[in-house]
Structures are given as C-alpha cells and as structure tokens.
C-alpha cells in the first residue's frame, strides 16, 4: 500500500504564496501519477492538478497559472506551488497517488486565504 503524508498548510493574505508538500512512502514504484484535489465546506472535493512521475502535469482552469504541481527528484515528493492566492482558494487540500487498481489520499491539510 502506499501511505502519503502532506504538509504545508495554513493560512496567508489574498495575493501570497504557499509550497504544500506530499511525501509517498510503501509501494511507491507502482505509482504512475499523483494530483492534488481541494475540498470546501459543504461542497464536492474537486480536482487541482495532476502529474505524471515522468512530469506531465495538468491543471484545473481554476488554478491555471498560478500554481504549479511537481515532483522531487526522486518522485516520492510531490509538490504544489500556490502563488496569487485568492479567498476562494480556501479549502481542506488532499493528496492522491493513483496505481492500477488502487488510489491512496492523504489526511488533508488546511488552507486558509484571507485578509
């Protein structure tokens, strides 16, 4: 199984910046790409951006732009660089690694965008 552990969260004014991180640990070499996912209160958890392990990344329109998803160089890290925060970023970030037939969240780590 594959165990991933994030941090990096907390809070910041509109207009700064954030590094979260995600360090993988088990059966790490089936992993084929990890993402980010970001949930509200009340609300779905929603898609941020992914990876591959060989660097192809793809973001949401949301984030487009200003952040930006990578891996460590031995790509048990992944990272998530949130630059021009706004409020509406606001919300609980998780962590996933997809292999064949499993995937593997993170516990979250909060998020917090205001004034």
């Known amino acids: 199984q594959v165990q991933l552990v994030e941090s990096g969260g907390g809070l910041v004014q509109p207009g700064g910046s954030l590094r979260l991180s995600c360090a993988a640990s088990?059966?790490?070499?089936?992993?084929?790409?990890m993402g980010w996912y970001r949930q509200a209160p009340g609300k779905q958890r929603e898609w941020v951006a992914s990876?591959?392990?060989?660097?192809?990344?793809n973001y949401a329109d949301s984030v487009k732009g200003r952040f930006t998803i990578s891996l460590d160089n031995a790509k048990t890290t992944v990272y998530l660089q949130m630059n021009s925060l706004k409020p509406e970023d606001t919300a609980v970030y998780y962590c996933?690694?997809?292999?064949?037939?499993?995937?593997?969240w993170g516990q979250g780590t909060q998020v917090t965008v205001s004034a």
């Open positions: 088990g059966s790490i070499a089936t992993i084929y790409a």
């Open positions: 996933r690694a997809n292999q064949p037939g499993r995937d593997s």
């Open positions: 990876t591959t392990r060989g660097g192809n990344t």
